[in-house]
């Protein structure tokens, strides 16, 4: 059974950036990276009013789906943070190099901050399950759309996404996000709630 609550519990929070990480520091690796200093921003900045997690009945963590709106996002942070991390040369250029991918949210709209399933958990609908709870979010705070932005190779990402009812609105290719992130595409989806 996969228990789904808003928040990431304490003792949760090294497992939540490590899903974190593994789910995204193939794009972020350059940016974020050694790994020991992106884990350590990634806890720093993790923001537990903007999570929803999945745990199995033993209360080891399967997933979390991070969320933005006006007023923050899951993993965020601000240069401050950065400097803390790696130091204020670090913090600048990481800070310039992530400000390719910072998007403004349409009013009404709610953004996918990162899904991230742990890999023993992943094809038992776990993803599903975050979606759908963070639509349920999304619809009682007054929300009308879930935003998310899918790296356009991820065909397994993509395939969940068409399935839950999400839609391609716009297509993006950019060569600096090749040349910094690793990746050349990516489409953003929304689902009307």
Known sequence: MVLIRHGVATAQRAQAARLYWQAFGGK???????????????????????????????GALLGVIGYRTARGS????????????YGRFGAWW??????????????????????????????????AALVEALSREATMRGFARLRLDVIGENLRARALYDRLGFEVTARCESRL?????????????????
């Not at 990276?33 to 720093?44: L, T």
């Not at 899951?74 to 991390?85: E, P, W």
């Not at 403004?104 to 958990?121: H, N, R």
């Open 28 to 58: 972020l690796g350059t940016v974020m990276g050694p790994e020991p200093k992106a884990m350590a921003f990634i806890e720093r900045v993790m923001a537990p009013d903007h999570v929803i997690s999945a745990s199995d009945e033993a």
């Open 94 to 127: 990481r800070g310039h190099a992530l400000g390719v991918l910072a998007e403004d949210l349409e009013p009404g709209t709610i953004s996918v901050d990162g899904l991230a399933v742990a890999e023993a958990a992943r094809g038992a609908g776990v993803g």
């Open 177 to 193: 996000k090749a040349l910094i992130f690793g990746y050349r595409s990516s489409l953003t989806m929304v689902r009307h709630l």
């Open 74 to 85: 899951f993993v965020g942070g601000r240069m401050s943070d950065l400097v803390a991390v």
